[in-house]
């Protein structure tokens, strides 16, 4: 993988295809919005607005990416739509080593 470009507080990894659009991927904390504006310690954010994924530098990464990613996808899933299907993703990834 190509070193990550520092963009603010955010290293930028990647960028892949999500329902036909380019979002972006960037490693650091997510910005406090929408949702997200009241909770303390948040692993992931999806931001919609700006096709942009945040992922906590602390977080499992693989796990909230594929979260957030499914938030992208399926943005009319309630949460425990979201944590369902990511647990199940990853139990999945988990069972291929």
Request: proline content about 5%; some cysteine; aromatic content about 6%.
């Amino acid at each position: 993988m190509r070193s990550p470009v520092k963009t603010r507080s955010h290293a930028v990894l990647f960028r892949i295809p999500v329902r036909g659009k380019m979002w972006t991927i960037k490693l650091g904390r997510p910005p406090r919005k929408g949702a997200a504006r009241g909770a303390k310690d948040i692993d992931g954010l999806c931001d919609y607005e700006a096709r942009t994924i945040y992922i906590a530098r602390r977080a499992d990464f693989r796990a909230t990416l594929i979260h957030e990613v499914l938030h992208a996808t399926y943005p009319d899933l309630d949460e425990s739509a979201i944590a369902a299907g990511e647990e199940s993703i990853v139990a999945a990834l988990d069972r291929l080593g």
